[in-house]
């Protein structure tokens, strides 16, 4: 190249702060929560698909790389992102343990690999030639970034290229074959000029949770009313009894209302109402009394040992325990004295109860989010999570949170999860739509949903599309239920036993997580406080409750059975990987759901009508369950064990909701072994 | 309170750095392209509609503002945002002039409002009384907020409301009524407490462009090919003479390929040979010779005098001229002697010229963007722009700038708008999606688009949705071409008029800027080089063309029609507000356009088909172009001047390709005036 008089180069400051000379363009890394504000959500061992959108001026070649590390680790692991047209790369990586990670993407212009893509369609001997010298410097660049034997590989294939065409000692065919050696062509790619790659600007957050995050199967009960007969105040040992029972259900949550000391100050008697009469037992959301507060147990449901002596039998049966954490006070709770503080006062000097005007909840005191003392409120708040996480619990529902200022949330679920990442939270926020996905970015493991109130087949189907591949679905992990203490729904009011199973096989199948309030749901209570009220009449909330457990309607056979397929089904054990299904009947509901391998395949058809047959064609997608319409294939309900040979697409359904309402097939493909025989897998 | 005893306060960090008492929740702000790393676009004087999702805990209430500010400015103007419902905020702001800007958004957690809106639904006396003791407290508070008279204000009636709730000395309504005083009230809200605001992490840039940048009419011409007979070179004062005819036609602004001197070395020929022919003119592209490069004019289209007064005889007419930009020198451009380090070199002592392999491009040598010498190259290469802009020039065609290095345009095109709010830059990137975007975020002010390969109804009906629609439409405003020199689609092949005049209407009603490479688009030239070819046959690329004006199969007086319609109706000066309807026929294409006021609604109707009459039935959305169903309107079409009475949705449609394959109406609805006579407005 002639030298040119050299000219004063002006600085000049690129709007990213990179060098001028920084020329591929890293557009968008996805996943990504606002930016990577938020963290994105898989479980410990789940990949994560990250897709880039790289490219660069001209037609020169790019290289991409995932890079990614745990959080606490200095190093990056990298790996090649491969495009798959339209300028988007993809590679993906499984964080091999719970905990918090950072992924990112970086590309740089390849001078190599431009070289290489260019000499591999050049055809002109001069040109060849030419090329050949161009890529003996890149070669021996290359040689100059690596070490050891690799190195004097490189210069050596660099000498030998520039001599052979310099001296024109070998024929232009030759000369390509030796510039384009796969071998040495792959050594070179190790060795990469990455001095002005570019760098996404973000280090994207990624939590990886235990796998009960991502699938869990929840039973709610009340502790107080476990006793085996009568009025009697149920204990500890009293839900020890009845854990044969629900883990024979399938169940692997076993989670309690709150369990601490309960207000006697503004008590509610049954049924909600203002004046509590002597014995009433209150709710268990007015926590605190003398005997203690967030931290105490309810003498009357035992001891800590009777906790612990509970909390190992459950485990035995395969039950975690599950804790309600709802941070509010009764006017008795010690934090009243203790921390004055925390509260709101009004100018009577009383502490401002939690009030909607014209309601008054005279019975319970918020928390002051806006206290002087923010700091020491916000570590207490968070001590009483340790203080049952040194009890071993690991899962917590928490009760409104979204009562509770957002950032607090934020702050205590990722210092909970930096000591102990296998801890879990459960929103309980029945409120706006941006508010539940605002707690689920901030750290909720998971959240309850709008489930309990979509029931007909637009509802579920706009709705589960939504949870299941709408933005959300990176961060937000739905948690259905068909009842909560707090909510009948008039759907189930009718008290119809296809309604029950219904709601069940969707809840279980739709769904990854899913709980039921029992024993009111496989009981089927089904009368409301009054007409339409979605409270329970004499609810369990307000008053001890005896449950016979042994009446012969009872579902838990039926629910045995549905946990059962969710526990066999690796399809039902993710959110991802749901599809509906057209079919001909706006009472009926179709979906597939499919493992993140393709192996397992459940097709779900429901009856939403409790009172007549119902029949329709359903439409399969052939392509999503992985049959050839050439085929059979085997359609196994796994609810009623019947096998169904099926080829093509169209199919005749039909469901009795006097039997039952629904079919749950795995789809069991063809293959034939290696005697020839053909069977279903 | 009561005092307790005070324990130490531990630092917590929250992860957003505000302070922990800090509520109010802001979890979007839109539009923003990529965070805000890029600024959305409009035009000085129109409406920027700005959505925030805001909410905090509880159902304390919000304030929230919109903030905007001229970049340059450090002082933000406020207005308040409106809830639309589903915690999402509205408010809209319209830039003054053309330049830079910033907006945002703050929201907090409002005691003063919380109160008020509690008071007004409290009943209980005594309630009312202790609430109108804390109102007291929170109005004393805003009165030492406030100065002068309104501090005097606020201070009597908070000591007014203290004292008569203390002294019991009104009735509870009559005290509520002092509490909930309007005026009073609407003084107060003027003070608010905003300590513990929440501040949006990003102030998101806007870029307000002049009305041209959104609304323009573009009219290519080869200067050369002007000359009035034979195959004389045309000059700058032979495009003089086309000016009265161009204007004619409704256009404004003037499109020229690159003027500057073209190389001798490596000089292409007719129809791209490689040898150009003594006399061969070579193609405009292949930038510099001797007589200089790209802040030269090639001299046989005359000087810089001549080009200055043809500017002005332009600007007489309404016609702005807009200059091609090329960065690419022939390899006798000055550049190559004076800066070699601004170009690959390879082992020969040559110049690396464009190549994809086996394809080469002697002609043309590209500069390297990876040179040291990067700011020194990005600062010349700016000082063309600069050059161009003394000589009074404001709209830059850029050629090919997918394949220069992207930091270099946002640094170019940010550092020119700074000085030159008003220039205008369109990227003609024909890639892969992408490509384009990043091109309209790095600030090109308009872009050419896939339009000339969108021929069929599902194509254009889909990409005319994502245009007007897509996330894109925040920044990227598409330019769209039936015909350039570079593309004679296979549609026009066959030199239909039928298809000339809907490709047209297409263009100037789907798209609020549109251009025509002309002459040979009015005359319908349909000539490819070879079968198979988008090239044109005997292209002005390479050789002079001699055109005849006086056709009288000219599709200039359409031309002038179609351009007369888009200037008279302010639906089709933007592309947002379309909407496509559905027509029971494939080869029928409908849609409307509504002006932002919804003053203004033209719907268009095209028969695809050149061949065929196509009838069908159109259904029209009666809301979007606001009508009643139960009132009659006129629909005039503005092509034939006819008008049809129309009541309802449903209408039937015949075009006749051989006479005006398209409707173009203006929707005329019904009014009443004064005296009782309705007539169509």
Redesign the interface.
Known sequence: ????AA?P????????G?D????A?I??VLPSV??G?FPVKRVAGEALRVQA?C?????DVLRVLLRWRAEADADWAELPMKPLG??VWEAEFAPPAVGRYRYTVTAW?DAFESWRH??A????PE?IR?AS??GA?EIAAAAGRAKGADAQALARWSSELKTAAIENSMEAPALKALALDEPLCALAERYPDRR?ATHH?AELPLVADRERARFSTWYELFPRSTAPKGDRHGTFKDVEARLPAIAAMGFDVLYFPPIHPIGRIQRKGKNNTLAAQPGDVGSPWAIGAEEGGHKSILPELGTREDFQHLRAEAQRHGLEIALDIAFQCAPDHPYV?????W?R????GTVQYA????KKYQDIY?FN???E????L??ELKSVFEHWIDEGVKIFRVDNP???????W??AI?ELKREHPDVLFLAEAFT????M??LAKLGFSQSYTYFTWRNTKQELTEYFTELSQGLGSEYFRPNVWPNTPDILHERLQGGETAVFMARLVLAGTLAASYGIYGPAFELRVHLPREQGSEEYLDSEKYQLRHWNHDDPQSLAPFIARVNHIRRENPALHSDRGLRFFSIDNGELLAYAKRSADGDNVIVTVVNLDPHNVQTGWLELDLDFIDCEPAHPFQMHDLLSNQRFLWQGSRHFIRLDPHSVPAHVFVVRRRVRDERDFDYFL
Request: glycine residues 6%.
């Open positions: 190249m002639p030298k040119a000219s180069a002006p600085k000049i400051e690129r709007a990213d990179e001028g000379r920084v020329r363009v557009d968008a606002d930016g504000r959108h490219f660069a001026d001209g037609h339209n300028d212009v260019d000499m369609r050049r055809i002109d040109d030419i010298q161009m410097q002005l600007g004295k203790a921390h004055p503080s509260f006062w009004r100018p009577d009030e909607n005007p014209p918020p989010f806006e206290t003392d923010w700091q020491g916000w570590t979204h009562t509770k200022a957002f950032p607090f934020e702050w990722t706006r739509p941006k508010v996905h605002r």
